[in-house]
């Protein structure tokens, strides 16, 4: 049903010039469906989360079921519902980063902001997400914001330091 | 040993490693250009079949003869290179893409021309964001360089590669949930066989490979074959990439002979324990591999040896020091979490299994252990995994070792920090030891309690009849 209501309904949410990067990675795979994580990507980075309009229009750009895009969507935990803070830094709880006290410094990081773990600061700047392993070990205890900047080893100065930095100076 | 010469990260140290330009000036694309125009693809697969080189992904099946299982009569071949490196406390892949893009470049024409891959795609975790695009500069370079595209060195040979992000699952490292992702479908692992080499992305032939795996193989034809067996211990040949991290003084990834010792890795490249401490154990290989005593670690991390302290095997290679000041109990919480979380939920005792263990570990260590929970948790451990045949891939095996490890090697300790910490709040309640016995509940006496469970008298709620209160 909904796949009828949808090739009706006008695209309206993915501008034009999205709708052609997400279609340039058509020719790269033998399947349309293929495309789905590559545009669910772009998506994310743009509304900084994944509506459930934008999943219909993936889905009928890709000949595909809006429920298959919601599908894969909702199996990976990169892709949000909720807006995430302009932000996102993953800070890493697996076994490298624990022994050095990662999961002090993301309850840490997360009172100092004010905020559950995987929340969004209030200014909307920041969220801070608990992550397993982010194969940046050497940096144990380590963090990486989602522009690619590493952070680590950190301790309680650095932690804070490293949100002021990705603030741009807010101060908590 | 002593004479060992680096040859996976001999460029991480020159500056501008990662450019065209200087790959080229050290060698570079030499050992494509060589298959490439004067070798038989069949040949290459025959070179790499003798080096006996073993998959670096964890599971060290042998490279060749996994391209030797692709049909003759195939169509169509497509490549996946693995560079979903999720395996906690692993990092290799992720600096070989960074230092050194051309290198993997390279041992993907080679795989490729080896196996008569058109396409490639190179499966990379999102989080790899600066080596994401390291390769994507790479790539681009290679092909107007020639070194990709069509009619390779005039060769005949076609080869793209695409990269394609992943987005946050531990599960997409297994080769088939890799696929799946590929796909555009959750990264839920498949029934095999069908093998991928037979039936695999979009139905394709394809060979599945780690990043790894293929930089050591311009290594081989350039070398030969006999020259990569003089490296290693019997059965574990080649240079290897080392992980240390956790409570060393120097965090760090070092290639070495295969079969170094875990002791030499942590003492010598690692810089010894931290704040000059003891070892209290090591995980060898990842933390599905299981868990090495202080005793157990003159371990030659290599493909064989591991088995006998009762680990899962070599893994990632990738080794985590615990000092002595660290409880066990914190080791089992922090894995057990990590596969609770990450198990895909598709086969039952994987999803069921990992949960329950994390929640006993988790009460264990908030002081609501009992001593019989050690063996129920033990008893767990044996019944998921591949091992003992009960679910679809080896998550669950990953998930299984550290516990089995943990409990035949720290037991003793185990029980005392269950004797030690008792916290009333946090103990098993008489209904939930019902339940557990299958003894029946009386669901009403059940509803009337909700949310007063823990002040009621146990009594209450249980009744002796034989009918089920379902
Ligand atoms: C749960 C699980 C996770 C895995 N994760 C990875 C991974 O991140 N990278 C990798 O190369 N192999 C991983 N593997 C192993 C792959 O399934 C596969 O064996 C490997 O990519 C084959 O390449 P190789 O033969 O070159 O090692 C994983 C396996 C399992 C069971
Ligand atoms: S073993 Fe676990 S992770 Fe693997 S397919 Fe089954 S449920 Fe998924
Ligand atoms: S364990 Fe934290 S980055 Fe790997």
Redesign the interface.
């Known amino acids: 049903m909904s796949v009828e209501t949808s090739i009706e309904s006008k695209p309206t949410l993915l501008s034009e010039s999205l709708r052609e990067r997400i279609l340039a990675y058509v020719p790269?795979?033998?399947?349309k469906?293929?495309?789905?994580?590559?545009a669910?990507?772009l998506v994310q980075e743009l509304f900084r989360c994944v509506p459930y309009k934008a999943m219909e229009e993936i889905a009928q750009l890709?000949d595909?079921a809006p429920a298959?895009v919601h599908?894969?969507m909702s199996?990976?935990?990169?892709?949000t519902q909720a807006p995430t803070g302009e932000k996102r830094v993953?800070m890493c709880?697996?076994?490298?980063c624990?022994?050095?006290g990662g999961d002090e410094l993301i309850d840490r990081a997360c009172s100092k902001l004010g905020i559950e773990p995987g929340g969004a600061s209030a200014d909307g700047s920041i969220s801070i997400v608990p992550?397993?392993?982010?194969?940046?070990?050497?940096?144990?205890p380590a963090a990486?914001c989602?522009?690619?900047r590493?952070f680590g080893?950190l301790d309680d100065a650095s932690t804070d330091a490293m949100l002021a930095e990705i603030r741009g100076g807010k101060s908590t | 040993m002593s004479n060992f010469e680096p040859v996976l990260s001999r460029n991480w140290n020159v500056a501008d490693s990662h450019t065209l330009k200087v790959y080229e000036s050290r060698g570079g694309y030499r050992s494509a250009r060589k298959a490439l125009t004067e070798l038989d693809p069949d040949k290459v697969v025959t070179i790499v079949k003798d080096s006996e080189l073993r998959g670096r992904g964890g599971a060290g099946f042998p490279c060749g003869m996994k391209w030797g299982f692709l049909p003759k009569d195939r169509k169509q071949t497509l490549m996946c290179i693995n560079a979903d490196e999720s395996e906690p406390a692993t990092f290799n892949n992720r600096i070989l893409m960074e230092k050194d893009p051309h290198q993997l470049i390279e041992g993907i024409v080679l795989g490729c021309f080896a196996t008569r891959a058109t396409t490639a795609y190179l499966y990379i975790r999102f989080e790899y964001i600066h080596a994401f695009r390291v390769l994507e500069a790479a790539i681009a370079e290679a092909r107007a360089a020639g070194h990709l595209g069509k009619n390779i060195y005039g060769s005949g040979f076609d080869l793209e590669i695409w990269v394609h992000r992943g987005a946050g699952a531990y599960i997409c490292g297994e080769e088939t949930g890799l696929i799946e992702s590929l796909e555009g479908k959750r990264g839920w692992p498949r029934i095999k066989p069908p093998f991928p080499a037979v039936d695999g992305a979009f139905h394709h032939p394809t060979v599945v490979n780690n990043v790894e795996t293929l930089c050591c193989v311009p290594h081989i034809i350039e070398r030969g074959a006999d020259w990569f067996k003089s490296i290693g211990t019997p059965k574990s040949y080649g240079p290897k990439l080392y992980c240390v991290s956790g409570h060393v003084n120097k965090q760090t990834c070092v290639e070495l002979p295969l079969g170094v010792t875990c002791r030499e890795l942590i003492d010598v490249h690692g810089g010894g324990v931290w704040k000059g401490r003891k070892a209290k154990a090591a995980v060898p290989g990842g933390i599905s591999m299981g868990l090495l005593s202080a005793a157990e670690l003159d371990t030659p991390l290599d493909f064989e040896s591991l088995r006998k302290p009762g680990c899962l095997g070599l893994g990632t290679a990738a080794v985590t020091v615990i000092d002595d000041h660290t409880p066990i109990i914190d080791y089992l919480y922090n894995t057990s979490r990590f596969f609770a979380h990450e198990s895909c939920g598709q086969c039952t005792p994987c999803r069921e299994g990992t949960g329950w263990m994390y929640k006993m570990i988790k009460r264990i260590k908030a002081g609501g252990g009992r001593i019989e929970d050690l063996d129920q948790m033990a008893t767990f451990a044996n019944n998921l995994g591949i091992m003992p045949g009960t679910t679809i891939c080896g998550l669950a095996d990953g998930a299984a070792w550290p516990v089995k490890n943990a409990i035949a090697k720290f037991r003793g300790e185990l029980e005392e920090y269950i004797r030690a910490n008792q916290n009333p709040a946090h103990a098993v309640k008489p209904i939930q030891t019902a339940i557990a016995q299958g003894r029946v509940v009386d669901l009403a006496a059940l509803a009337l309690s909700a949310g007063t469970v823990p002040a009621l008298p146990s009594n209450d709620l249980l009744s002796d009849g034989s009918s089920h209160a379902r």
């Open positions: 790269r795979y033998p399947s469906r293929a495309v789905v994580l590559p669910l990507h890709l595909v298959e599908d894969t199996f990976y935990g990169f892709f993953w709880r697996s076994i490298s624990m022994l050095r992550a397993e392993c982010l194969g940046i070990c050497d940096y144990a990486l989602d522009d690619g590493i080893p």
